[in-house]
T-cell receptor
Framework: TQLLEQSPQFLSIQEGENLTVYCNSSSVFSSLQWYRQEPGEGPVLLVTVVTGGEVKKLKRLTFQFGDARKDSSLHITAAQPGDTGLYLCAGRLVAGYSTLTFGKGTMLLVSP | GAGVSQTPSNKVTEKGKYVELRCDPISGHTALYWYRQSLGQGPEFLIYFQGTGAADDSGLPNDRFFAVRPEGSVSTLKIQRTERGDSAVYLC?????????????FGPGTRLTVL
């Protein structure tokens, strides 16, 4: 059983479209992170959310942590081909815990 | 500055052989992590070092897997009697210290293929 479920698994869109990807769990997380991974590279941290209901913006990316700290979403406005990659959510079940639990990821393909 | 480096970038071996995968963390980072990423999956935690000692090895799948970090910098992941199911990308990450507040920086990974 996957602790963090990500949906959709794959998303193919045209440049300029908006999209939302989701990360859901039945467990409460102390904090949740979103990463982007490109082929042949390791994941790169985009954002960390720690407070229930928290919203963070990073240029065209908006991240939200659910009120109950069990889920999160990533919204991209006006997607660009450079946004293409695997988007991974990862969380920590215990406050202060070092190790991360990852979801399977959403593969995003943005075509020109 | 240099990021996390991993060698080799690719390793092909035969079933039953022994392999070693190396990770060079960012200089000064005391915490080091190993993850395994199978095709179509997210990274799966294997082991976490704080300094020279393994602070959490709960993710190692069985006793064929072992990792060391003798001087608190470079780490080696060792896999004995490799099996086809061990084929995956092995990722290493380091952070300034352990704990939730410190960002983990990932290397590019070693792609292991067991024939």
């Amino acid at each position: 059983t996957q602790l963090l479920e990500q949906s959709p698994q794959f998303l193919s869109i045209q440049e300029g479209e908006n999209l939302t990807v989701y990360c859901n769990s039945s467990s409460v997380f102390s904090s949740l992170q979103w990463y982007r991974q490109e082929p042949g590279e390791g994941p790169v941290l985009l954002v960390t959310v720690v407070t229930g209901g928290e919203v963070k913006k990073l240029k065209r990316l908006t991240f939200q942590f659910g009120d109950a700290r069990k889920d999160s979403s990533l919204h991209i406005t006006a997607a660009q081909p450079g946004d293409t990659g695997l988007y991974l959510c990862a969380g920590r079940l215990v406050a202060g815990y070092s190790t991360l639990t990852f979801g399977k990821g959403t593969m995003l393909l943005v075509s020109p | 500055g240099a990021g996390v480096s991993q060698t080799p970038s690719n390793k092909v071996t035969e079933k039953g052989k022994y392999v070693e995968l190396r990770c060079d963390p960012i200089s000064g980072h005391t915490a080091l992590y190993w993850y395994r990423q199978s095709l179509g999956q997210g990274p799966e935690f294997l082991i976490y070092f704080q300094g020279t000692g393994a602070a959490d090895d709960s993710g190692l799948p069985n006793d064929r897997f072992f990792a060391v970090r003798p001087e608190g910098s470079v780490s080696t992941l060792k896999i004995q009697r490799t099996e086809r199911g061990d084929s995956a990308v092995y990722l290493c990450a380091s952070s300034l210290a352990g704990g939730e507040a410190n960002e983990q920086f990932f290397g590019p990974g070693t792609r292991l293929t067991v024939l």
